[in-house]
């Protein structure tokens, strides 16, 4: 779902947050389906599975055109392989969306901090440089979120006196601009003798830790988990759970058909809730709520702005 905010100059930003919900109803939980319900999501290769299954225990029991033996032994001791994979799998996903939510906290109180220095370290009667650093400030988190997501959207930057939309667009590496910017007007305050060597190092603290940041959402996006893991996790649950009808007839019958897709459901949505949360910056309902955390920044800066 999407919120919508008036941002500056009465412009409407368009919000991705997390989906919202109550932990202890479970009633709701187990019977509505959200359209990202890894069933809603799976629903065509569990009808799929379903039928495969229904036809190979038909060919055995109707026709006797099969014949099988029974492999649930085998089966288990594979599930049980199966189940460590995953585990490992989903914990390194999550610990990928952890880090994300950790560095972008970070953020948040790395700009509190930034905004709260420069208004109060700089005097009043350099006013225009504390509005210019503060809407620089309040621009680093949407060019960095939009920048994760490979992108960048004008709309969402305020107008400022040291760096313009068309500058942005010549550079591909924005965030680095933007904090380039926010150098260039924090030494000039120092050079305009509004700052002092001291306050110039605890200024420039907050910068490292906005690049450090940056940098490191940078190497969770850039880092997938590798390929030949991903691939070998796909094919041996599909392997595993088509092969499972040729084993399982013998003694389930016609139960052969439920007792597979509901195996197939557990294994392919744990695999499908990691490959979602795996990259924590996208725009996916389980993703990392970071349109309203830059919004929650934003709006904190120029709080802080209208302290005397």
Request: glycine fraction near 2%.
């Amino acid at each position: 779902m999407s919120n919508k905010i008036t941002g500056h100059c009465s412009k409407r930003i368009y919000l991705q947050t997390m989906i919202a919900y109550n932990p202890k109803d479970w009633l709701k939980l187990i019977f509505i389906f959200h359209k990202s319900d890894t069933f809603r999501m799976l629903l065509p290769a569990l009808l799929i599975a379903a039928a495969y299954s229904t036809l190979l225990t038909y060919l055995s029991i109707e026709v006797h055109y099969l014949e099988f033996k029974s492999t649930t032994v085998i089966h288990s001791l594979l599930g049980f392989v199966i189940s460590m994979l995953l585990v490992f799998r989903t914990n390194t996903a999550y610990d990928r969306w952890w880090e994300g939510r950790k560095l972008w906290g970070e953020l948040v109180n790395s700009s509190r901090n930034f905004a709260l220095k420069i208004n109060t370290m700089i005097p009043s009667e350099a006013k225009n440089e504390k509005d210019n650093l503060n809407i620089l400030i309040g621009n680093f988190p949407f060019v960095l979120k939009e920048h994760l997501r490979g992108r960048f959207k004008a709309v969402e930057f305020e107008t400022n006196k040291t760096i313009t939309i068309e500058d942005l667009n010549k550079v591909n590496h924005k965030p680095n601009a933007l904090i380039w910017a926010i150098e260039k007007e924090v030494m000039q305050a120092y050079k305009n003798k509004n700052v002092t060597n001291e306050q110039l190092l605890l200024l420039n603290d907050e910068l490292k830790t906005m690049a450090n940041v940056c940098g490191a959402c940078e190497r969770i996006k850039n880092t997938p988990i590798p390929y030949s893991y991903s691939m070998f996790l796909k094919k041996f649950i599909f392997a595993y759970v088509f092969t499972m009808p040729l084993g399982f007839v013998y003694d389930f019958k016609y139960w052969t058909a439920p007792i597979v897709v509901f195996i197939f459901y557990a294994f392919a949505s744990i695999e499908l809730i990691a490959e979602e949360i795996e990259d924590p910056f996208g725009t996916d309902a389980n993703d990392l709520p970071l349109d309203a955390i830059a919004v929650t920044i934003r709006t904190n800066v120029k709080e802080i702005a209208t302290f005397e």
